[in-house]
């Protein structure tokens, strides 16, 4: 694979997560072999990201040519803080 055949398939795997409602960030990660995908937890649950992951997914398969698998991640950071005084 070219160097710039390369970088236009990390560019893809990020777009596809990206063109998603409720995702903040994605990244290709380990050679292109995971996309991290950061999803905002107040479009997201936990129901939906599954579905999104499905979704992420199917669409990977059937708009790439990839070689070996690529693992989708989703990511949603949910924080509580309470100040003592």
Known sequence: ESMEGYIQRLEN?????LDFEG???AFAIQAGRELRVMVQPEKIDDVRMVK???DIR?????????????????????????LAK
């Open 52 to 54: 999104v992951a499905h």
């Open 13 to 17: 795997l990020e777009k596809i997560a």
């Open 58 to 82: 199917e669409r990977i398969e059937n708009e790439m040519t990839y070689p070996g698998q690529i693992k989708v991640t989703l990511i949603r950071e949910v924080r509580a803080q309470e």
């Open 23 to 25: 995702v903040e960030k």
